[in-house]
């Protein structure tokens, strides 16, 4: 995990809600072949099924979120596909350029933004995933629960509570 410094952590503060926030990092990605754009480069076959069993997964411990923001690279488009087969018909997806080339700033307001909802999903990108995380819980927290970094089709949990936010589970495949 890169050394992660507190002047790179998000200064938004979140108040419910959101309760639940779901920051799940898009599945592993082919490498760009000559002339793609990285933002057009898809779910290697491994990808896509990492992002199935993690889907599956989150759905058999109840993780459904109201609504799923995702960026609009087509590898989290094509993750945040694997999460609509398991979330109920009522979940509302949307797509949004800014978490392509995002900061943590642009990510907590997102979040932050949607307090008709009382849980909300990211599917976006790393380093600014991990960042966002530690931003919620602290980078001491972030060390001790994900000492190799954010992996692929990593999906942390993350609740509400009087002292402020917790990683509740992390899922990966």
Known sequence: MSEI???DLAMISISPPPSRIYLLRHAE???AAPGQKDFDRPLSDNGYAAAEIVA???ADK????DLVISSTAL???????????VVTPSTEFRFVDELYNGSPDVYLSLIAAQTDQESVML???NPVIELTLAALIGRDALASALPRGFPTA????VDSTPSGWVLLDFVTE
């Open 5 to 7: 410094e507190p002047r």
């Open 29 to 31: 990605a082919m490498q």
């Open 56 to 58: 599956d997964e989150a």
């Open 62 to 65: 109840g993780y459904k979120p």
């Open 75 to 85: 590898r989290c488009r094509q993750t945040a596909e694997a999460i609509r087969r």
């Open 123 to 125: 599917v976006a990108h």
């Open 154 to 157: 990593g999906l942390a949990v």
